[in-house]
C-alpha cells in the first residue's frame, strides 16, 4: 500500500517544549519509531510540518542586524533541509538497509490569495497575552493571534495550486521500496511570473493542504495526518464535545474546525476522500500503526453506514 504520511509540526517540537536540537531530535527518534512500524510493509512518503521551526529561524534572522533579514521562503528550504535530515538518518536507523531519501519541494501559489490579506497560519513559539503584546512592540509588522490559551506569530497560508517536483517524485516513487520524506512545510512557496520564472513568496503553505495535493499526484491508496490528538472532536473542549471514530466527508461538513489548526486538516482529508482516495484519517503520531487500520484516529471514507460514528 502506498501511504502519504503528514506530521504536524508541533509533533515534532511540542507546544510550550523549549525549541532546542536536542529536543527536536528526541522528537524524531519517536516519530520515526511509529513511522516505521508502518513503512517496513508499506511505501511510505513522508511529509511534514514546520511552523515552530520556521518561526524559530525568523526569530534568529531578526537578532543578527548586520545582514538583511532572509525571507520566509528561504527560511522554509532551511527547515526542508534540516527536518529532512533528521528524519532521514532516524528512519535508517529503525531500518537498517531500507532505502530512504529526502527531497526538497517548491509549491507554485497565487499571489492574489485571499490568505496575503488575513494570515493565519501558527509559527515560532507560543507566548502569554504580555509577550504577545511586547514581540508586537519589537516586530510591528508581524501579526499575532490566539492559539488556545496562548498567543503565536500567524503568518500568509495560500492554497497550494502544484508541486513542481511531482514528475520526479512520480519516477522516484515507482520504484515500490523506497521511502521518501519531501514537502517538508508545505514546500517552498514559489508564484510562477509572467515570462515563466520562479519566484520564491513571503508565506508557509499550510502542509496539510499540500500533502493532500501530493497524496493524489502520486495515487496514494490512503492519507494519514498525525498531530497529537488522538481524533477529531466535536465542538472541542466544550462539555458535549465527542470524538469522532469514523465519517463521510459529508458529515464532517457539517461540524466547524478551527481555520488555523483543525480546519485545514478536515479539508485535506475530506478532499482526498472526496477526489477519489480510499480513506483519509487523522490522529496521533503514537497510534500511526493503528490508525492504518482504523482501529485509532478519525478515519474518513465513502462508505460509514450512518455517516458518522464515535468513540
Known sequence: MRVVIALGGNAILQRGEPLECGVQRQNIRKAAESIAKIARD????????????????????????????????ALGAQTQGMIGFMFEQE????????????????????????????????????????ESEEMLKANPDWTIK????????????????????????????????????CGGGGGVP?????????????????????????????????????????????????????????????????????????GPKVEAATQFVRNGGKMAAIGSLEYAAEILTSDSGTVIRNDVADGVTYY
Not at 511510505?44 to 520566509?72: C, D, F, R, W
Not at 496575503?116 to 497575552?129: E, I, Q, R, T
Not at 503568518?155 to 521518501?180: R, W
Open 42 to 73: 508499506h511505501q511510505v512518503i513522508l511529509t511534514h510540518g514546520n511552523g515552530p521551526q520556521v518561526g524559530l529561524l525568523a526569530l534568529m534572522n531578526e537578532s543578527y542586524k548586520e545582514v538583511t533579514p532572509y525571507p520566509l521562503d
Open 91 to 130: 528512519l535508517r536507523n529503525q531500518m537498517p538497509g531500507r532505502k530512504v531519501c529526502t527531497v526538497s519541494t517548491q509549491t507554485l501559489v497565487d499571489t492574489s490569495d485571499a490568505a496575503f490579506s488575513d494570515p493565519d497560519k501558527f509559527v515560532g513559539p507560543v507566548y502569554s497575552k504580555e
Open 146 to 181: 490566539a492559539d488556545g490559551e496562548y498567543f503565536r506569530r500567524v503568518v500568509p497560508s495560500p492554497q497550494p495550486q502544484e508541486i513542481l517536483e511531482l514528475p520526479s517524485l512520480q519516477h522516484l516513487i515507482s520504484s515500490g521500496d523506497i521511502t521518501v520524506i
Open 190 to 262: 514559489v508564484t510562477r511570473k509572467e515570462d515563466g520564472t520562479l519566484e520564491g513568496v513571503e508565506a508557509v503553505i499550510d502542509k496539510d493542504r499540500a500533502s493532500r495535493v501530493l497524496a493524489e499526484g502520486i495515487e496514494a491508496d490512503a492519507f494519514i495526518i498525525l498531530s497529537d490528538v488522538e481524533a477529531v472532536a466535536t465542538n472541542f473542549g466544550q462539555p458535549d464535545s465527542k470524538d469522532i471514530r469514523c465519517a463521510t466527508p459529508e458529515a464532517m461538513d457539517q461540524f466547524g474546525f478551527a481555520a488555523g489548526s483543525m
